[in-house]
C-alpha cells in the first residue's frame, strides 16, 4: 500500500500582537504545544502565496486591531493508505484531533516513496 505527505491548512488566531511576524512566531509556538504531545510527526510551517502585484513570496498573515489571522501548513507523512482520499482522512482525523477548533483545509497530498521511510517522520 503506498504512502502519501499530506498537508492541511490551517488558519490561526493570535490576540495582542503588534506585527505579523509576532503572530507568525506565536501562531507556530502555539500550533506545535497543541500537536506535539502527542503528535510528533506533525510539521508546522507558515503558508506563503505569491503576491498578485509582484509575484514575490509573502506569508499568510494579516493583523488587524491587534488580533492576527495567520495562515500554517500542518504536514504528515500517512504510511500504508489505499488512496489519497484516505490518507487525507487520516490526516484530518490525527490533525484534527490535536487542533479541534481549528478548520483545516487540504493543501496537497502528494505520493512517497514506500521503499523508504524517514525515521523523523
Known amino acids: 500500500m503506498p504512502d502519501y505527505r499530506v498537508t492541511l491548512e490551517a488558519v ?3 490576540k495582542d500582537v503588534a506585527t505579523t511576524q509576532d503572530a507568525i512566531g506565536i501562531a507556530i509556538s502555539e500550533a506545535e504545544k497543541r500537536l506535539h504531545p502527542f503528535t510528533k510527526f ?3 510551517d507558515v503558508m506563503v502565496m505569491p ?3 509582484c509575484e514575490e513570496s509573502i506569508t499568510c498573515a494579516l493583523v488587524v486591531a491587534r488580533t492576527s ?3 500554517l501548513l500542518l504536514s504528515m ?3 500504508n493508505a489505499g488512496r489519497m482520499d484516505h490518507a487525507e482522512r ?3 482525523s490525527v490533525i484534527g484531533k490535536a487542533v479541534r ?3 483545516l483545509a487540504t493543501h496537497r497530498i502528494i505520493p512517497c ?3 523508504a521511510r524517514d525515521v523523523d517522520d
Open 12 to 14: 490561526w488566531t493570535v
Open 113 to 115: 516513496d514506500s521503499g
Open 77 to 79: 507523512k500517512v504510511f
Open 101 to 103: 477548533d481549528i478548520s
Open 69 to 71: 489571522i495567520a495562515g
Open 90 to 92: 487520516i490526516a484530518k
Open 42 to 44: 506533525v510539521d508546522v
Open 51 to 53: 503576491c498578485p502585484y
